[in-house]
């Protein structure tokens, strides 16, 4: 989750701490094993591992607006399930004028507030109904306990309800369509936010590009192996943390409910 305050630094190195350490045993490795085989290997040139960080560039970029574009997507959907469940509320307050009708309104809100927490949680991988035993009652828990998909349940309970409220004649056909097309925009919705939440970068891609990375760093390694390891070591460390730092970022980016 993108959050509008400074990241600390100790966060960031935890990130890449892993890739880091990995980094530092890596160009020791390659110095001293440059060092013993220095009469048997020909000069390795810097334009190598400079063509190899463009290539790497590139891919970090594609990757990273990927990523963004999934966080941006997730964003505006839940932006309008928002907006979607004010206005639902705002509707029923509209449409049922009767004062007996009153807490019909009040359940199907706190079950619309139920829908979204449980929404979130499901996104999350986390019990559905956590949090959830406030807003809605207990037989609204029993008819939905067996169903898979416990938001798509409460959905399905006010869907019910404005049925029952349509068979009574409390809602008139021009109010039951526009309860039921806002029905249809959370179910959308949530169509969507599942769908980014079960669509992921392919694992070889990741592999992949960490594979290039530590690539880049021993040709570097290599094409550097007449500097001394006291300014080698830092200048790799520094040079992969950008790209690890990247990387992570944009992984994290790809999910977008976190």
């Given at each position: 989750?993108?959050?509008?305050?400074?990241?600390?630094?100790?966060?960031?190195?935890?990130?890449?701490?892993?890739?880091?350490?990995?980094?530092?045993?890596?160009?020791?490795?390659?110095?001293?094993?440059?060092?013993?085989?220095?009469?048997?290997?020909?000069?390795?040139?810097?334009?190598?591992?400079?063509?190899?960080?463009?290539?790497?560039?590139?891919?970090?970029?594609?990757?990273?607006?990927?990523?963004?574009?999934?966080?941006?997507?997730?964003?505006?959907?839940?932006?309008?399930?928002?907006?979607?469940?004010?206005?639902?509320?705002?509707?029923?307050?509209?449409?049922?004028?009767?004062?007996?009708?009153?807490?019909?309104?009040?359940?199907?809100?706190?079950?619309?507030?139920?829908?979204?927490?449980?929404?979130?949680?499901?996104?999350?991988?986390?019990?559905?109904?956590?949090?959830?035993?406030?807003?809605?009652?207990?037989?609204?828990?029993?008819?939905?306990?067996?169903?898979?998909?416990?938001?798509?349940a409460l959905l399905q309970l006010n869907v019910l309800d404005l049925k029952k409220l349509r068979m009574e004649n409390e809602l008139s056909d021009f109010e039951s369509i526009q309860l039921n097309s806002?029905?249809?925009?959370?179910?959308?919705?949530?169509?969507a936010a599942e769908r980014i939440n079960n669509t992921v970068f392919p694992t070889i891609y990741r592999m992949f590009l960490h594979f290039i990375i530590y690539l880049f760093v021993a040709i570097l390694?290599?094409?550097?192996?007449?500097?001394?390891?006291?300014?080698?070591?830092?200048?790799?460390?520094?040079?992969?943390?950008?790209?690890?730092?990247?990387?992570?970022?944009?992984?994290?980016?790809?999910?977008?409910?976190?």
């Amino acid at each position: 989750m993108l959050v509008d305050k400074r990241v600390p630094i100790r966060y960031i190195f935890k990130m890449v701490k892993y890739e880091m350490l990995i980094v530092i045993i890596l160009a020791t490795v390659i110095y001293f094993i440059a060092g013993v085989v220095d009469p048997y290997i020909p000069e390795m040139p810097l334009t190598i591992a400079t063509f190899l960080g463009t290539g790497i560039s590139v891919l970090l970029s594609f990757k990273m607006s990927q990523s963004y574009d999934r966080w941006w997507e997730a964003r505006k959907i839940w932006g309008a399930i928002v907006n979607d469940s004010r206005s639902f509320v705002l509707q029923l307050q509209a449409f049922l004028k009767k004062e007996e009708l009153k807490p019909n309104i009040r359940t199907m809100a706190y079950r619309q507030v139920a829908w979204c927490y449980s929404l979130g949680q499901s996104l999350r991988g986390l019990p559905p109904l956590q949090d959830c035993e406030q807003f809605i009652s207990d037989d609204d828990i029993r008819r939905i306990h067996d169903f898979k998909n416990k938001p798509l349940a409460l959905l399905q309970l006010n869907v019910l309800d404005l049925k029952k409220l349509r068979m009574e004649n409390e809602l008139s056909d021009f109010e039951s369509i526009q309860l039921n097309s806002t029905s249809v925009r959370f179910s959308d919705s949530m169509g969507a936010a599942e769908r980014i939440n079960n669509t992921v970068f392919p694992t070889i891609y990741r592999m992949f590009l960490h594979f290039i990375i530590y690539l880049f760093v021993a040709i570097l390694g290599i094409a550097m192996k007449d500097v001394g390891l006291v300014y080698e070591i830092p200048l790799l460390l520094l040079i992969s943390f950008v790209f690890f730092t990247l990387e992570k970022a944009a992984y994290y980016l790809q999910g977008p409910f976190p």
